[in-house]
Structures are given as structure tokens and as C-alpha cells.
């Protein structure tokens, strides 16, 4: 399937990590390079784990805006932090030039004792977002901060249902959320699930599929246990049964554009490629998509429409 040319293209996008170390930081810029040539909307950067990586998160995200093209989207979590430290990074990610915010809740701590923050729910988090935002009404000029929220096309681990994801989603969106992005998806009608329940229950903002091109059975099982769900078997037997390397790279390839191009089926706005910092395989998917390597005018797209 290739993407027609009549009305806007599908928004693209990618998510990075911060290096951890001086030679993955080298890896990573060669990939922002190649990424950056496919002129995605936005490239999310993650932000956890300990005050040295949640640094780097933050020299990441500089750097992108002062040395390339891209649109940084700031993840931004709330477990473990108090309503002070939530405002100055609001705050800080605004003075920076950040202009895109992905508002999580985090992982919870493995101790119960540990403290939790004062914001439980991703909701919170946004509705503090709204708020600082109305402070700097002249940084923003006039505008308002794209807040994007994760979505679950799989009950979350934590939860006693997907219909009560399906409710988690509406509330987000009724807090101010612009767009969400799902979590890692292993089946295409786990997406066209998600969306058709999320639309009987009133959710409207746009839902994005978070793929991602998997070319190690290592890493699939390291993904499915990060997001608490079941790593596809039929996948998992494919590649752990592939005679090479490059093998296994077109496997997971033509894995994430089959989910995609089912989800373009399903009316899905864009797609949001998980990249490991591995752009290999992310460009590999575009290309089979045939997504356009000059992309249209950011105006044209859902993502940029709504920070304005």
C-alpha cells in the first residue's frame, strides 16, 4: 500500500533515548542525522531512570533544538516528584524551546515505602501542564503546548481492565490532552480494537500506533517485559529460527509495516516508530511505506495544529 498524495500525509514520527555513555552518544547523533533526512514531525525523548540520565534527556533534547531541524516532544514524568519540581521542568523544557510534551505517569516504585509524588495519575500531570502554560502566554506567543498521552492497545499490567484504560484515555483527554500514542502492539487488530472502543466511549483526540521493527528475540523479550505484556510467539519463532542477521532485520520490518499499513487501513493519522536509537530499521520501514521523504509543510498536520 502507498500512501496517496491528495490529502496530508500521515504525521511520522520517532522515539530516542538518551545516550548512557559516550559512545552510545555517538551512535545516536549518526541516527539523528539519518532520521532528521526523513523530516518527521517530531521526535520524542525519553525521560526517566536515574538524575544523570534524566540529564542527559535534557542535553538531548538541547541539542536537537539547537543543532538540528527537529521538533523535540519532552517526556515528562510524575512519579516520585513533588508539584515544585513538575513546574520548574514545565518550566524549563518552555525556555528551551520546547513546544511538545508527553505527559506520563512512570513506572511506580518497586517499594511501597518509596514516595510516590504528588501526581498519582497522568491526568494531574496534565492539567498542571495546562496550567503553567497559561504563565507564559508571551514564550508561546499566544499558543498553547502539544500534550501528547500514551494509550494502551493492551490492558495495562496495573489495570483491572482495558475497558478502564479505554475511561484513563477519555479522562486524559478531557484534562487537556491533544493526541495519544500507543504503547507497543504485537497483533493489527489490537490497534483497530483500541480505537473503536475509544470512539464508543467519546475519546476524539487522534490515536498514533507506537511501532517498532524488532530484529532480536533478546529484544523482543526485553520489550514485551518493559511494557508487562505477552511477546508475540509467532514473531518470536520467526526470528529466533532466522539463519542471519540480515534475516531478522527484514523480519521485523516487514512486521512493524504490516501493523502500520493495517492501522493507515483503520484510519490511523500517522505513525510513531520506537527506535531503540537504531535508525536502521525505522527507515527501512518509511521507505516500505512509502511515507514521503520530503514531508509537507508542518502546518499541514494534526500534530503541529494543535500547539497552536
Not at 6 to 16: D, H, M, Q, V, W
Not at 45 to 74: D, K
Not at 125 to 150: K, M, N, P, Q, Y
Request: one cysteine or more; a negative charge.
Amino acid at each position: 500500500m502507498s500512501i496517496g498524495t491528495t490529502a496530508a500525509p500521515p504525521s511520522l514520527s520517532y522515539e530516542l533515548y538518551p545516550p548512557a555513555n559516550r559512545d552510545a552518544a555517538e551512535g545516536i547523533f549518526n541516527s539523528i542525522r539519518a532520521l532528521e533526512a526523513t523530516d518527521p514531525d517530531y521526535v520524542s525523548v525519553t525521560y526517566s531512570g536515574s538524575p544523570a540520565r534524566r540529564n542527559a534527556s535534557l542535553e538531548l533534547i538541547e541539542h536537537l533544538i539547537q543543532n538540528t531541524r527537529l521538533r523535540p516532544l519532552a517526556h515528562l514524568t510524575c512519579v516520585g516528584e513533588s508539584r515544585e519540581s513538575l513546574q520548574n521542568l514545565i518550566r524549563h523544557f518552555v525556555s528551551l524551546g520546547v513546544r511538545g510534551v508527553l505527559a506520563l505517569r512512570g513506572d511506580l516504585p518497586t517499594d511501597p515505602e518509596d514516595w510516590r509524588g504528588e501526581f498519582p495519575f497522568a491526568r494531574y500531570l496534565i492539567e498542571l501542564i495546562r496550567e503553567v502554560e497559561t504563565d507564559h502566554s508571551a514564550a508561546l506567543a499566544g499558543g498553547r503546548l502539544g500534550v501528547g498521552v500514551a494509550a494502551y492497545p493492551i490492558r495495562h499490567p496495573e489495570s483491572p481492565s482495558f475497558e478502564h484504560d479505554v475511561e484513563v484515555l477519555l479522562a486524559k483527554e478531557r484534562s487537556g490532552a491533544n493526541y495519544a500514542i500507543t504503547q507497543v502492539y504485537f497483533r493489527a487488530n489490537e490497534y483497530t480494537n483500541l480505537v473503536d472502543s475509544a470512539r464508543r466511549a467519546g475519546v476524539t483526540i487522534p490515536i498514533i500506533p507506537g511501532v517498532i521493527p524488532l530484529n532480536s528475540v533478546r529484544r523482543l523479550n526485553r520489550l514485551a517485559s518493559m511494557a508487562g505484556i505477552a511477546p508475540d510467539p509467532i514473531l518470536a519463532h520467526a526470528l529466533e529460527t532466522a539463519g542471519s542477521d540480515s534475516e531478522r532485520h527484514r523480519i521485523g520490518v516487514d512486521a512493524a509495516v504490516t501493523l502500520a499499513r493495517r492501522a493507515f487501513d483503520d484510519g490511523a493519522p500517522g505513525v510513531h516508530l520506537y527506535t531503540f536509537n537504531d535508525h536502521r530499521g525505522s527507515l527501512d520501514v518509511v521507505e516500505q511505506l512509502e511515507l514521503p521523504r520530503t514531508r509537507a509543510q508542518a502546518s499541514n498536520t494534526w500534530a503541529t495544529r494543535a500547539a497552536v
